[in-house]
């Protein structure tokens, strides 16, 4: 059994800064990409930043230049340090690995951006 465990989210002022990490556990093997995904009140889950095996990245527009998405392969972790944070940032995000064609979720953690 595959688990995603998240952890720091929170409530920031804007402007500021708030990193998540995502641990992964169980039986873990050839993880081609892990990321993180986000769903604000009313939304669809939208694709945040992403990072692949051979250390890739892909960052949602919003997102870019604010947020950098980094990972631990030797620990099966992977961070998400999201900086200048505005309300628009306000979802829960949740994190996701694809491992073997088969795309695993975390249980999600609030980031709320208070204006």
């Known amino acids: 059994q595959v688990q995603l465990v998240e952890s720091g989210g929170g409530l920031v002022q804007a402007g500021g800064s708030l990193r998540l990490s995502c641990a992964a556990s169980?039986?873990?093997?050839?993880?081609?990409?892990m990321g993180w995904y986000r769903q604000a009140p009313g939304k669809q889950r939208e694709l945040a930043a992403i990072?692949?095996?051979?250390?890739?990245?892909r960052y949602a527009d919003s997102v870019k230049g604010r947020f950098t998405i980094s990972r631990d392969s030797a620990k099966n972790t992977v961070n998400l340090q999201m900086n200048s944070l505005r309300p628009e940032d306000t979802a829960v995000y949740y994190c996701?690995?694809?491992?073997?064609?088969?795309?695993?979720w975390g249980q999600g953690t609030q980031v709320t951006v208070a204006s």
């Open positions: 169980g039986l873990i093997f050839s993880i081609n990409v």
């Open positions: 996701n690995m694809l491992m073997v064609n088969r795309a695993y």
């Open positions: 990072i692949t095996s051979d250390g890739s990245t």
